[in-house]
């Protein structure tokens, strides 16, 4: 079992920036990717971005140039730098954190924290 805790969410104004984070914890679990979704009123879940254990890293398109993500293998953390913040951009982030177990992986996903962009 994984549990994950996200902080850093609040209100913010537009062209402000905001520093999401989300500590990954559990007993003898191998983290592999991380990554953060988000998800606004009356839309989809859209991926924002996610990065693996080895370094590697997408963004959705929405956010390409704007948003960096970083990670802290030794402490099973994944952060989301959030920069130039539109709009558009509100939403509630979720945190999620992909497992590895002998023979199969298993996602796991947090409870969210709301991102609001206004002015």
């Known amino acids: 079992q994984v549990q994950l805790v996200e902080s850093g969410g609040g209100l913010v104004q537009p062209g402000g920036s905001l520093r999401l984070s989300c500590a990954a914890s559990g007993r003898s679990v191998s983290i592999n990717a991380m990554g953060w979704y988000r998800q606004a009123p009356g839309k989809e879940r859209e991926s924002v971005a996610t990065l693996t254990s080895g370094g590697r890293s997408n963004f959705g398109d929405s956010v390409k140039g704007r948003f960096t993500i970083s990670r802290d293998n030794a402490k099973n953390t994944v952060y989301l730098q959030m920069n130039s913040l539109k709009p558009e951009d509100t939403a509630v982030y979720i945190c999620?954190?992909?497992?590895?177990?002998?023979?199969?992986?298993?996602?796991?996903w947090g409870q969210g924290t709301q991102v609001t962009v206004s002015s």
């Open positions: 999620n954190a992909v497992a590895r177990y002998p023979g199969y992986e298993h996602t796991y």
